[in-house]
């Protein structure tokens, strides 16, 4: 099976990111399988695992049938790259923000 995992987990991936150069894998292997850690560019971490996780999902499913057809494990890392994604942007508050003396007047038209 040499490195035809590798080749394939490589090829899948090009194909779905923005930035096919980006893409890097290594594989070891050791007494629990093969491992293929997958680097790629922080913007097309999302194309790669997908909604709910559904892309990188059926990407391991691809690959443990191609482990199974040559008698391996195989397993799929993808790793997140140095710093990460970066701080969530904070979102503006919903809620309007009234002072209390106005939430009698709002309540008034509400009276029968």
């Not at 099976?1 to 070891?28: C, G, N, W, Y």
């Not at 560019?41 to 999302?46: A, H, I, L, R």
């Not at 999902?57 to 890392?77: E, I």
Request: glycine share 8%; hydrophobic share 40%.
């Amino acid at each position: 099976m040499a490195e035809k995992d590798q080749d394939f987990v490589e090829f899948v991936v090009k194909s779905l990111v923005d930035h096919p150069e980006a893409v890097k894998s290594e594989r070891t292997v050791d007494e629990m399988g093969v491992l293929i850690s997958l680097h790629l560019s922080p913007e097309d971490m999302g194309q790669v695992i997908g909604r709910s996780g559904q892309t990188a999902k059926a990407l391991r499913t691809l690959l443990r049938v191609v482990g199974a057809k040559h008698k391996a494990r195989v397993n799929l890392k993808i790793v997140e790259p140095e710093g990460g994604r970066g701080p969530r942007p904070q979102m503006a508050s919903s809620a309007p923000s009234s002072s209390n003396e106005e939430a009698p007047d709002a309540m008034e038209d509400f009276k029968l």
